[in-house]
């Protein structure tokens, strides 16, 4: 099925169980509700299906060949991770599971059945990899592999059968730091210990609302997901590219320039990430990103497409496109932001704008912003 690692799990609860439980009990999944969700059926397959006897898991390459240097720099261009330049892996690796138990079920004649489970079900996909020797945990808390680095989506199979179980591999990151050093938002606390409400990741997927304004400039030009930590492993110097021909970068998504992403109205937003995983992020959440790395640019010529945001039909697109006129500065910015809080009427939104002139603001909880496509 063009999987290029695979291997058996025994059955059982999670190694990192107590790991993971500390991890949440610490609020470091921030809004990421779902994790927190019965974490006893998340931390054992046998709760999550009760005929579970061994898991199949197999890793599926998606390094892609990157874009020209100089165009990832630019800042006046947005990064997207590189496993959403493509199309979403959810649907690719499910679908390749899928034909695996369809092939298991016609070869016993239904004796063997199986469960899927592709990123979006309660396993922890990671702690059974390990067991499965696909690799060990990095100290960016991804699964590490001599000969594929990192970048490879995991599945599971659950089974009813038991199967000879693969052994743990051992771990190789040795004395390196890199991935831990490179972070510029600090969401590693120490090796194998992240503060996912700090990483770029999740400020730019998983977080709703307003990202905190400490945390804007250490972002960069990344408008959906990172890769920093990746990209200094040693381990992906020489790992292979995906030879899933649906993980082949789509025109324009690598280092997109930012500005005619802010005009994406809801159609062209829905066409351009058709079948994507940045339609996660929301068109709202997406926008919000891209206001933050125009900010980040230092760009002059993103001040008039910023001042036309401020009276996007979105509080949470407007607000920050208010921090993003600040930051970058100038008669016209300051004009426009004056000129939106003199008929603004969201709370948030004022406060960002009076931040962003400098202002003395009270203090404001953060609304709950209604989120759109």
Known sequence: MGCELAGIAAAGPAETRQYYLDWLDAGFAGEMEYLVRDPERRSDPQVAWPETASILVVGLNYRPQTAPTEALSDPRRGRIASYALGTDYHAVLKGKLRAIRTWVERRTRGDVQGRCYVDTGPVLERDLAARAGLGWFGKNTCILNRDQGSYFFL???????????????????????????????GAFLGPHQMDARRCISYLTIELRGPIPRELRPLIGNWIFGCDLCQEVCPWNRKAAHASEVRFTPRAGLQAPELIPLLALTPDGYNEMFRKSAVKRAKRSGFLRNVCVALGNSGDPEAVGPLIQALTHEEALVRGHAAWALGRLGGEAASVALRSALSVECDPWVREELQAALELPVEPLLLPQLEMTT
């Open 155 to 185: 599945g599971a199979l659950l089974l009813n059968v038991e199967l000879p179980p693969d052994g743990a591999t051992t771990a190789h990151c040795g004395t390196c730091t890199r991935c831990l050093d490179v972070c510029p938002t």
